[in-house]
T-cell receptor, first 112, second 111 residues
């Protein structure tokens, strides 16, 4: 039981490049989330997926797109990376009965 | 405007003493509150939660207190241990809506 996994762990991009952050969970959770963590800002919600086949914008969606590929996988895409997207990105899934989110280990992204 | 605030960016406590981490919120509709703990290079992990119908929840060395009238909650760690050194995030939600996280407090427990 791996929980929530994320790839890659680290990534450096140049401004304008694109990339996809991958996330998968093996806990059969319906809801999945993408957050970014910046110093002094806590975790801010980028996009979420309440169930397979649905996605919705969170607090800071600009510059990002998501795909809920199936119940297990939820990917985050940066089409044209900007230095303001330098951050640590966390994927999470929700155990709805206990209202508990399980987080992946994070992806540290630097955009030059 | 932050709906969940943790006004102390950092806190240092001696091993064996009590650690008290504070959190304030502005949205009176929040009905569920959680604390997460985060070590460097890892994702946050759930620590303890409390529903708005309670004012205290205890789990071993960790106790969360909720004061709804003051819109304030606190996490008490007794006794503090060096392994408790981490960043602690307070989070809140209204039923049916997403969690809102505070900016975190870095706790250092000194041996």
């Amino acid at each position: 039981n791996a929980g929530v996994t994320q790839t890659p762990k680290f990534q450096v991009l140049k401004t304008g490049q694109s990339m996809t952050l991958q996330c998968a969970q093996d806990m059969n959770h319906n809801s999945m989330y993408w957050y970014r963590q910046d110093p002094g800002m806590g975790l801010r919600l980028i996009y979420y997926s309440a169930s397979e086949g649905t996605t919705d914008k969170g607090e800071v969606p600009n510059g990002y797109n998501v795909s809920r590929l199936n119940k297990r996988e939820f990917s985050l895409r940066l089409e044209s990376a900007a230095p303001s997207q330098t951050s640590v990105y966390f994927c999470a899934s929700l155990q709805a009965t206990y209202n508990e989110q399980f987080f992946g280990p994070g992806t540290r992204l630097t955009v030059l | 405007d932050q709906q969940v605030k943790q006004n102390s960016p950092s806190l240092s406590v001696q091993e064996g003493r009590i650690s008290i981490l504070n959190c304030d919120y502005t949205n009176s509709m929040f009905d569920y509150f959680l604390w997460y703990k985060k070590y460097p290079a890892e994702g946050p992990t759930f620590l303890i939660s409390i529903s708005s119908i309670k004012d205290k929840n205890e789990d071993g060395r960790f106790t969360v207190f909720l004061n709804k009238s003051a819109k304030h909650l606190s996490l008490h760690i007794v006794p503090s241990q060096p392994g408790d050194s981490a960043v602690y995030f307070c989070a809140a939600r209204r039923t049916g809506q997403n969690f809102v996280f505070g900016p975190g407090t870095r706790l250092s427990v000194l041996p």
